[in-house]
Every structure is written in structure tokens, then in C-alpha cells.
DNA sequence: CTCTTTTTGTACCTATGGGTTAATTTGTCA
DNA sequence: TGACAAATTAACCCATAGGTACAAAAAGAG
């Protein structure tokens, strides 16, 4: 393929198409796995590079600079995760069977995304610095709570849910677990033994979990309430 | 050897104390501080040394390499944490009191040692290496399961307690929301708003913790029932 | 088929910062 | 009191990795 034009020192001769949207998510989806891996700082720009189908040039081209890209990775992250929430119905499930819905999906998210959990602890670090700087991310996160505002709702008139039951206070009290089950794993097996890991614990934990969250909003609830198909 | 004293062309002329214990303790007070802020990669050795009342080669004389002072940092960190958990008396309360309190203390301990919380969050983004490499640290973290055992096993035995109780899981409910609430406070509020982080939203919630775990493990009880004095 | 714009590759620059060399002072103990 | 070890200092080294300069090749417009 150098026929024509013959370079003599230079070999030029790669015949590349026009795809700035696929570079773009290649780099981004490398980028991913890096900054997840080694944080912001420990990242390495040649590595990511390397590990892309296209050069570090393209990187900074499309990017700018190294913050840049991480935000980008971090944004595009973000922006997964509020797709998910968007996607879980609950309006037609009664308030008590939907709340444990909502636990039992955030919690299961949670397990299956550890490198947006790792990104998050990142950002973290950070002091949340590149979330605030964004400008499409602060409203995110709003759908989660839309929907347990709804759930709370109806379970108070329902006479189901204490009054004290708030949706952001509530989104918090899921969170924590959720997230500390992925987060602290590996300090937490380390100081306690994998015991809690192994499938068969997580199921346990996560339904724990489920009866905790219930048990602090539902009115007379037992242990093992949200199983029961006619959730009272 | 330019004569005497009178230096002409090194001003070697500075004179110091030999207390090597306290410029240990020194580095790795400033050090605890550098990596807490910016990770093990994001810190500055330079910029450590530039704070510490000793030079640059005397981190390297007492700790190594980089990775060195970051271990030592990470066990003295946890060595400091378990002093205050060997500290809590639970011995002589009733099982109900005892576990509440076991929550209260985990809850403000968490809130009140931030710089702690980070390098917890640091050590996970590291996979615990250094945490699993350290000989002294894996037995540090007992002292926390033994008293939650004990506090469990009265509290079955007094008929109190749920039979599913179990020291370890306990211990993992009670750390979720206490270290989430201090090691995500950032990205939640940009997220969020700071509403959760007043000091009278922050009791509401940390009672709020104690009713879930006390309504997880206690039979029959309900919420507020940490504060009655006759905890039945 | 030019001319412009976008996309890409190669080679290079250079500040940063982890780590080292070698000398110098202080204390100690025969 | 002088050698020896421990503690400390100042100055230097240099690999790494973030970032850039330059120019070529492809695509699109007219």
C-alpha cells in the first residue's frame, strides 16, 4: 500500500477512517479501567494509550489533558449509573414491595459495578472536586430520589410509612451498605476473613439489609416482611 | 576539613539534637496528613519533607522508600484506632444499652477521625495491599468482634436478642453507614445538597442507625427504644 | 481536482519527584 | 581521647510521564 505515493523515509501508511466517536469511546472505555485502577495520579497516560487502538496523541486531542479526561471518564460514568436508576419501575408496585425493591436494586447495582464504586471512592479522595466542576452531573441523581419521594408518599397515606420516613435520609440509609459491601471489601476481608463475601452471605446480607431499611419505615414490620407477597 | 571551623565554601553549620523517636513521630505526622489528602501516588515526598522539621534523606533513612512510610502511616493509623476501641467498657451493660452504645461509638468515632476514614479509602483503592502485608495488622481489628460476641451472646441468652444475630454481620451494619457517612459526605452533598450534614440532621441520622441495627437484632423493638433507660 | 478542515503519527521536550552519594556532626564506650 | 556507630545534612542524579511541535494523510466542499 505504498504505491503512489512511495514515502522514502517516512512510512505513513495506515489508511485510517473517520470514526472520532469510536476513538472517543475506545479512549474513554480504557481510560475507564485505568483510573478506576490506579486513581487519578497513579493513572498513566502512555499506559492508557497503549492499551488503545489509536496513540496518546488522540488523547490529548480529544481530551485536552489529563483532568480532562478523567472527568470525561467520570461523567460518562455517572451518566450510566442515573440510566440504570431511570430504568427501575416502582409507581405500580405497592410502597412497601416498591421500597424493597428499590433496596434490593441498589444493592445488587451496587455488587455488579465496582468500577463505578472505585471511580466514586476516587472522586472522594478528591474531594468531589471534578463532580462539582461538572455542569450536567449536579442534577443526575435526582431520578433516585424522585422515586422514593413517591414511595414515601404513598406508603404515609396508605397509613404504611412512619412520618418520619424521608426520601433523602432513606436514599442515604441504602447507600451506605450498598456501597460500603464494594468499597471496604478488600480492608474489610483482610482485618475479617472473606466470610461475609461468598454468595451465599451476600444473599443474607443484602436481605438483612432489606429488613433493616423496612423495618426503620414500615409501620409493625417483621423480619422477612418483604417476601411475603401481600407486603402488610 | 577547611580549617577548623570557618567554613568559606560549605556552611555545614547547623547544629542538631539526636532524638530519632521524635523525628519518626514527626515524618509521620506530617506524612499521615499528606497521603490522607492526595493517596499514595498523589503524595509528595518533597512536600512531606518541606513540613517535617528533617529533611528528605532522613524519610528515606527511617522509612525506606515511598512505600515504606506510606505502611508505616497505615499502622500507626490503625494501631491509634483500635487503642479507642479497646477503650470502650461494655462489659457491664445490659445487651440492648451495650449494642446501642457499641453503634453511638462506632457512629461518632467514624464522624470525629476523617484523616482515618481517608486512608481506609486509600488502602481499599490499593486492594489492602499494604494492610495485607503488614504482620502486625490482621489480629488488630478483634477487639471490635469480641465485644459485639459478647454483647450478642447475652442478649440471647436474656431471650432479647434474635437467634440470627450475628457478631460479624453486626459489625459490618454498624460500619457501613458510620464510615459512608464520613468517607462519601462529598460526592453525596454535590449530589444531594448538605442537608444531611448539620450537626442536628447528623444526630437524627446516627439515632436513626441506632433504631435500624437495635430493630434488626432486638425482638420486638421499636424505635426509640435506645434512649428508655429500662431497656426491655 | 484543488483547498480547507479534521484526524492521526512520530519524535521530541522537560519539569517533576523518587531516590542516592558522600560528607559531617553527635554521642558513646574502650 | 580517639575510634566507631548512629544521626543528619546538602547536593546531586536521572527515569518517568505529562505534554507539545510538526507535519502528513484522509475526508469533505465546491
Redesign the interface.
Known sequence: MDGGTEGPTKKRRTSWKKDPEAVKENILTIATQEFAA?????ANINEIARNTSTSKRMIYYYFGDKEGLYQAVLERVYSTLRENEDRLKVENLGPVEGLALLVRATFEAHAATPLFI?L?????????DY??RSDI??R??RSI?DKLADVCARGKVAGLF?D?ADP??L???I???S???V??????????GE??FTPERQE??KE??I???L??VVIGYE?GGAMRSDAR
Open positions: 490506579h486513581g487519578l495520579s497513579g472505585r466514586v471512592m476516587i472522586e472522594n479522595i478528591h474531594n468531589a463532580l462539582r452531573i449536579p443526575l441523581n430520589i412512619r418520619s433523602l435520609e436514599h442515604w440509609m447507600s451506605a451498605p456501597f460500603y459491601n468499597s471496604n471489601r478488600a480492608t474489610f476481608s483482610t482485618s475479617f466470610a461475609l443474607r446480607l438483612h439489609v429488613d433493616m431499611i423495618g426503620a423480619p
